[in-house]
């Protein structure tokens, strides 16, 4: 059965760089057809996707967040990651990773939560 | 703002049958068969209970059913129980570079 985990730090300073890993376990970050995303929800708010990645390496990115966004994949760990960068207030959310299909979402990790505060 | 409209709240008793409604544009829902629902309980992750307009996955409960007329998607629960209290929100893919919408979501009350 096929799960996923995210991990990384869960404070992070303003104006620094958000980085979160997401594992694969129980299949292949590198099965084809499948996109691995980020979707994140503010406290008390709704979703909001951030952007996803082909094991190939090709992204797509939310243009609202593009300008501060990275997500790379690493097929040898079976993971892949989220790199935010300039980071507010506006940034503390609980953040998902999932496996896509195109437009939806079938698997989800449980989440995590990050706080952007001094 | 949600680039995709849902009511802030539905309500129902048990048993009976609630709709919730999601409105986009040209550009997402009503140009493609691309939207799915998801049912999300306080401190849970989402899950995914219709894709693709009208499909349900492996082990989701055929009480759940999707469709979609225009610009206007529908998630629909009949036989409404006690645990389907939750937060519903849908999505669609979008021809706009965000690729990815949401709804605003919907709080479902079990009366």
């Known amino acids: 059965q096929l799960q996923l985990q995210e991990s990384g730090p869960g404070l992070v300073k303003p104006s620094e760089t958000l980085s979160l890993t997401c594992t694969v376990s129980?299949?292949?970050?590198?099965?084809?057809?499948?996109?691995w995303g980020w979707i994140r929800q503010p406290p008390g708010k709704g979703l909001e996707w951030i952007g996803s990645?082909?094991?190939?390496?090709?992204?797509y990115y939310n243009p609202s967040l593009k300008s501060r966004v990275t997500i790379s994949v690493d097929t040898s760990k079976n993971q892949f990651s989220l790199k935010l960068s300039s980071v507010t207030a506006a940034d503390t959310a609980v953040y998902y990773c999932?496996?896509?299909?195109?437009?939806?979402?079938?698997?989800w990790g449980q989440g995590t939560t990050v706080t952007v505060s001094s | 703002q949600s680039a995709l409209t849902q009511p802030a709240s539905v309500s129902g008793s048990p048993g009976q049958s609630i709709t919730i409604s999601c409105t986009g544009t040209?550009?997402?829902?009503?140009?493609?068969?691309?939207v799915s629902w998801y049912q999300q309980h306080p401190g849970k992750a989402p899950k995914l209970m219709i894709y693709?307009?009208?499909n349900r996955p492996s082990g989701v409960s055929n009480r759940f059913s999707g469709s979609k007329s225009g610009n206007t998607a529908s998630l629909t629960i009949s036989g409404l129980q006690a645990e389907d209290e939750a937060d519903y929100y849908c999505?669609?893919?979008?021809?706009?570079?965000?690729?990815?919408?949401f709804g605003g979501g919907t709080k479902l009350t079990v009366l």
């Open positions: 040209s550009s997402d829902v009503g140009g493609y068969n691309y």
């Open positions: 999505s669609s893919y979008t021809s706009s570079s965000t690729w990815v919408v």
């Open positions: 990645i082909y094991y190939s390496g090709s992204t």
């Open positions: 693709e307009v009208s």
């Open positions: 999932a496996r896509q299909w195109i437009q939806y979402m079938d698997v």
């Open positions: 129980g299949g292949s970050i590198s099965s084809s057809s499948y996109y």
